[in-house]
C-alpha cells in the first residue's frame, strides 16, 4: 500500500520545539522529493519546507527560516521536521507530501496538528 504515516505534533507552548516525522511505504522513496505542508484556519496552504530524494537540496519558506529544519533518511525512508522557536502563528495542520514531477501523482500524508499556545 503507497502512504505516507505522519507522527509527531501535539501542543506546546510558544518557544518550544516538535519533530514531526513523516515515513514512506509502498513506493520507490528515493525516487520523491518530499515536501511539508502547513494549513491553518482561514489561511492558504503554505510550503513551509522541501528537500529533493538525496537530501541535498532544501528549501524553506520564508516564514519558518532559521527556525525548522528538515531532513530525510532514506535508509528508514522517512523525512524529519524539527521545529523550534514555535509561535502562535505556526499553529496548523502538517501535511507531508511525496512528490516525484508533475507527471506522477503525489503522495500525502493524513495530516497532524500542531498548536502552539500559552
Known amino acids: 500500500q503507497v502512504q505516507l504515516v505522519q507522527s509527531g505534533g501535539g501542543s506546546v507552548h510558544p518557544g518550544g520545539s516538535l519533530r514531526l516525522s513523516c515515513a514512506g511505504s509502498g513506493f520507490r522513496f528515493t525516487d520523491y522529493a518530499i515536501r511539508w505542508y502547513r494549513q491553518a484556519p482561514m489561511k492558504t496552504r503554505e510550503l513551509v519546507a522541501s528537500?529533493?530524494?538525496?537530501?541535498?537540496?532544501?528549501q524553506y519558506g520564508d516564514s519558518v527560516k532559521g527556525r525548522f529544519t528538515v531532513s530525510r533518511d532514506n535508509t528508514k525512508k522517512t523525512v524529519y521536521l524539527q521545529m523550534d522557536s514555535l509561535t502562535p502563528d505556526d499553529t496548523a495542520v502538517y501535511l507531508c507530501?511525496?512528490?516525484?514531477?508533475?507527471?506522477?501523482?503525489?503522495?500525502w500524508g493524513e495530516g497532524t496538528q500542531v498548536t502552539v499556545s500559552s
Open positions: 507530501n511525496a512528490w516525484r514531477g508533475p507527471l506522477a501523482p503525489d503522495i
Open positions: 528537500i529533493n530524494n538525496d537530501g541535498r537540496t532544501i
